[in-house]
């Protein structure tokens, strides 16, 4: 075996940003061939970890790399990666010591500089991260993640036109950039433009990140179909809720659908194409422009459904959620454990219905969960898996039937917001950019969503402070939902 030719063949292909699957398999199948002969070979270890970043494959990236940086603890490279990979397994805090140690023994690289950016975004210093990624960008101009987080920042501040400007480089980040944007395709080669704006086009506006995002992002189509002739892309849970509540709009469940796999591109001129948050590009650009009204509709029989389930309860009626995201969307961040919660289910005379949904490829955790919970706790909180888990029962039907809704962050809150139900949103002192660094509301909602906000790391006082207010909101008769006859 020729170990020169093979590292550098292998260097090559995990240099390229197009890179796919199968190459970077191969690459780890003639890595694994060369450590047979070089065990103790930190730059082949350096390069499998590489390897495994390309593929997502963030346990086995941390394995190795922090075998290399035992054996050789000033390898910036080395640093730099294991802080990244770091980041996409929730250790956010101890990637950000990485990233420090990195930029110090070499200060001046644009690259290291944009990773310290990246943690005060995750930090919720979103004044830092901007001076960060303008030092960054002054060193590399066209640096796409330096922008990128530039617009985060921009945006948790509400500095909106600028911030959008800048976020439109997350369009143009690589293969293993933290928070790649989704571009999408519609013919071989791919030759649409984005959309600029003009009016009096065929566009095809696309889903690009969770259903939360969908959701928020969801309130900007009716402004763009007064312009332009859309096709939207949704994510298939919310496709019907999407159908419902713009008609006029015609709805493809296709978003995580391969391109040659779409057929409405075959019926369909197209014009261009829009990634939903671009659209903010046009019609988001102050405070003022931010219509705060509900813009999703409910399902009638669903929500009479529910009412009907419900019809004997008398006391108010609250929707609860306490845990949203996933560890790299800062799970750590976004969740109050229920045993935090029961002095509120224990001493506030109101139903409690769990909103808690599960996640992919975990159905029916919480159920056994919040069965457990209720048995050895005392207490009687409410959940019907299969309906939370399906969104046009539980954000079109159930959510509906309730009095208020409390919820950590996540998709819960948008579908609050979007449908006008009253949400108090349990907002971490970390906040992600739609949340705002201040202030009790939401700029995509109206007063219906409000945000209580954590301080420091401690949950307890946000808790407590629920838990007060509650029972006065509770004792107010003027805060239960009307109710039809």
């Not at 730099?80 to 770091?86: I, Q």
């Not at 293969?175 to 071989?188: F, L």
């Not at 859309?230 to 978003?255: A, C, D």
């Not at 898996?385 to 996540?410: A, E, F, P, Q, R």
Request: glycine residues 6%; contains cysteine; negative net charge.
């Amino acid at each position: 075996m020729d170990l020169q030719k093979v590292l550098h063949e292998v260097g090559e292909v995990l240099q390229a940003p197009g890179a796919g699957q199968e190459d970077l398999a191969n690459c780890e199948t003639a890595l694994e061939r060369v450590l047979e002969q070089e065990r103790e070979n930190v730059g082949v270890w350096f390069m499998i970890a590489t390897t495994y970043m390309r593929q997502r494959r963030w346990s086995l990236a941390e394995r190795w790399l922090s075998m290399v940086i035992k054996s050789e603890p000033h390898m910036v490279e080395a640093l730099n990666n294991y802080a990244f990979t770091l980041e996409h397994l929730g250790e956010h805090e101890i990637a950000r010591r990485f990233f420090k140690r990195a930029h110090k023994l070499r200060p001046d690289d644009p690259a290291l500089i944009n990773n310290l950016a990246t943690g005060y975004i995750n930090n919720g210093t979103p004044e830092k991260a901007l001076a960060a990624a303008d030092k960054a960008i002054a060193l590399q101009p066209d640096f796409n993640d330096a922008h990128w987080n530039r617009g985060l920042a921009l945006l948790e501040m509400g500095q909106w036109r600028e911030g959008w400007d800048e976020h439109a480089w997350g369009l143009k980040l690589d293969a293993v950039s933290s928070q790649q944007r989704k571009v999408r395709h519609y013919i071989e080669k791919d030759q649409h433009p984005w959309w600029d704006g003009t009016p009096n086009q065929r566009v095809v506006v696309y889903s690009e990140q969770g259903v939360g995002d969908e959701i928020l992002a969801a309130s900007m189509l009716s402004d763009a179909s007064r312009d332009v002739d859309i096709i939207f892309e949704s994510q298939p849970r919310l496709v019907n809720i999407m159908r419902h509540s713009f008609p006029g709009i015609p709805v493809y469940g296709t978003r995580k659908h391969k391109w040659k796999d779409l057929k409405f591109p075959n019926w369909s001129k197209i014009d261009a194409k829009c990634a939903i948050f671009e659209l903010g590009k046009v019609y988001r650009n102050e405070d003022s422009a931010f219509p705060r009204e509900a813009y999703l509709k409910a399902f009638p029989e669903l929500v009479a459904e529910f009412d009907a389930r419900l019809k004997d309860v008398e006391r108010p009626r609250i929707g609860i959620a306490w845990q949203g995201g996933s560890p790299t969307t800062r799970i750590d961040l976004r969740t109050i454990p229920l045993m935090q919660w029961l002095p509120i289910l224990r001493n506030v005379d109101a139903e409690f219905i769990s909103l808690q949904y599960d996640h992919a490829g975990h159905p029916g955790f919480w159920q056994t969960v919040v069965d457990d919970f209720n048995k050895d706790m005392s207490v009687n909180v409410r959940h019907w898996g299969d309906d939370v888990n399906d969104l046009d029962m539980c954000y079109g039907g159930l959510i509906h039937s309730l009095d208020l809704v409390i919820s950590v962050n996540t998709s819960l809150v948008h579908a609050c917001g979007a449908f006008g139900v009253n949400c108090w949103t349990l907002t971490p002192s970390k906040p992600a950019w739609r949340y705002g660094v201040k202030g009790e509301h939401m700029a995509w909602y109206g007063d219906w969503v409000r945000q209580i906000r954590q301080k420091g790391s401690d949950w307890g006082p946000v808790m407590q402070r629920v838990e007060r207010e509650l029972q006065e909101w509770v004792e107010d008769a003027d805060n239960r939902r009307v109710r039809a006859a």
